[in-house]
């Protein structure tokens, strides 16, 4: 039943990180992974938010955690292609550019992390 769970859960967040990228796509945004950069920032936001409030402010069940985290949030989030764009931009001579990326993907992560559990510890 967990790994349905994750699946499902999974999808949907895949589905949600494939819109991002069509929006990006449909903005033009093409010379930067911008889509891919909101999409790890805002995981790593929600990510937060979620692991706070069952911690700290609901009870659930193992399941639902398993289906929220793992599936849901873990399928939008796209590190595995963050590291993929990463290398490519090293790949083809944009080193600076990589670096830039990198760092902004994870300092903001990271910030926006701190930042969604932040909010949950005020409420």
């Known amino acids: 039943m967990n790994l349905l769970l994750v699946f499902v859960g999974g999808g949907l967040g895949s589905a949600a990180r494939y819109g991002m990228s069509l ?42 955690r398993l289906f929220l ?15 993929l764009e990463t290398a490519l931009h090293v790949e083809q001579g944009r080193a600076g550019l990589a670096l830039l990326y990198a760092g902004l993907s994870l300092g903001l992560g990271l910030a926006a992390l701190f930042g969604g559990m932040a909010l949950v510890r005020t409420l």
Not at 70 to 83: D, H, K, L, P
Request: charged letters at 5%; proline letters at 4%.
């Open 23 to 64: 929006a990006a796509l449909r903005l033009g945004w093409i010379a930067f992974p911008y889509a891919t950069l909101a999409t790890n920032v805002i995981g790593c936001f929600v990510m937060g938010l979620i692991t706070e409030l069952l911690a700290l402010k609901f009870s659930v069940s193992q399941p639902t």
């Open 69 to 83: 985290t793992t599936g849901i949030v873990g399928g939008f989030t796209t590190f595995s292609t963050f590291a």
